[in-house]
């Protein structure tokens, strides 16, 4: 069965870190490229943060030194540190695999920052 299993949300003060993780199990291996999204109430899905299998990271503008994607292929789990968080991340993280032409998509785990 594949499955992607987002944990580490919850709620934190402005300033303050969340690590976010992304387990993989079934025929998803981590080690390809991974995807971070996030929706706020009302907005679009954006994506935060992605790793492609070479490693090569990038990120949306709006989190740009302050977050970092990473994986642990040993464990099949992909990672979204977030430090100096603001209220304006508050949203619902989802962790995404794309797959050929399929694309796999976890629950999502909110995060909520206060001011």
């Known amino acids: 069965q594949v499955r992607l299993v987002e944990s580490g949300g919850g709620l934190v003060q402005a300033g303050g870190s969340l690590r976010l993780s992304c387990a993989a199990s079934?025929?998803?291996?981590?080690?390809?490229?991974m995807v971070w999204y996030r929706q706020a109430p009302g907005k679009e899905r954006e994506l935060v943060a992605a790793?492609?299998?070479?490693?090569?990271?990038s990120y949306a503008d709006s989190v740009k030194g302050r977050f970092t994607i990473s994986r642990d292929s040993a464990k099949n789990t992909v990672y979204l540190q977030m430090n100096s968080l603001k209220p304006e991340d508050t949203a619902i993280y989802y962790c995404?695999?794309?797959?050929?032409?399929?694309?796999?998509w976890g629950q999502g785990t909110q995060v909520t920052v206060s001011s």
């Open positions: 790793i492609t299998s070479g490693g090569s990271t």
């Open positions: 079934g025929s998803i291996f981590t080690s390809n490229r």
């Open positions: 995404n695999a794309p797959v050929g032409v399929t694309s796999y």
